[in-house]
């Protein structure tokens, strides 16, 4: 039953949200938008929400007829269409290296993220409120990471494009509603871009700590407001700083970057903000009470 539901569910997430990011990507192109901007965020959020909402789906049909044949049928049908998957890839010269290249970073992710999983549960029963503000401190610095990931790897792939690609004439213009000196704006500086995410982010902490506080859902007290935002500008100096290093140690790798820092990046921001989360719960709590749970 747990195989099943945790099978399909993953199978039909990833089928949704591959859909669903692919058709994002065709959209800001058509409209003039960097996709790197706006593709890694949404991914992000999206992930976990699709995740479980196919898998509460998912449980719910089969938990009626747990006790039949249906819930390994389930299993077995989702294994005969891994391999169907697995026999077209392997017939496609184009996506064939894929398989050998994403097994490392996963793995290296659900290291991390048993790491964060520890001690979520540990203070998460620990101090009130700790699951909710856990999304916000480890989500957010992850997907402004994730933006300078994506952002760092486009420019280095486009470089490497353009120093294999042989000199040739220079196009004439596109369009007469072309730029009138037909050159591209220059690309912003790697410390302008992280200067900007990071002051971009800032305030959507605040507005959500205001938003808690305006419905009553946690009682948050000036001291740990403070140490919150604090704690929180932290994890994004750290996000940015380790997705600049992990993306340049990993070029020099010949790794492709949007396959190997992604989702190793996406797990050690979840396990930095969890870390960073508890301790500002364990500085606060020594000025003022932060409504910490009886342990029965």
Known sequence: MVASTGMTAASLSSALLGSFMCTLIVI????????????????????????????SAVSATL??????????IFGVLIILFALLCLIMTLRNPHV???LSQGWPPLLGAMVLSCGAGIVLDTFASRYEGFVLLSVVISDL???VGSILISRLSTSLHAGALSLASPPGPTPAPASAGANSNNKHPAEPSTRVVMITLAL???PVDILFLCVLRALGWLRLPFTFVFFSVVFFFCAEIISLYVAQRLTAYLWT????????????????MD?????????????VQLFVDVRVKELS
């Open 28 to 55: 800001c192109r058509s409209y003039g938008r960097d996709p790197d901007n706006i593709a890694p965020p949404v991914a992000s959020c999206l992930g976990d929400l699709i995740t479980l909402l196919w898998m």
């Open 63 to 72: 938990i009626g007829v747990i006790h039949t044949p249906i819930p390994f």
């Open 96 to 98: 064939r290296p894929l």
């Open 141 to 143: 610095p992850g997907s």
């Open 200 to 202: 971009i982010a800032l």
């Open 253 to 268: 790798k010949d790794c492709d970057p949007d396959m190997y820092a992604l989702p190793i990046h996406s797990a050690f």
């Open 271 to 283: 396990l930095v903000g969890h870390i960073l989360l508890a301790i500002c719960f364990e500085i």
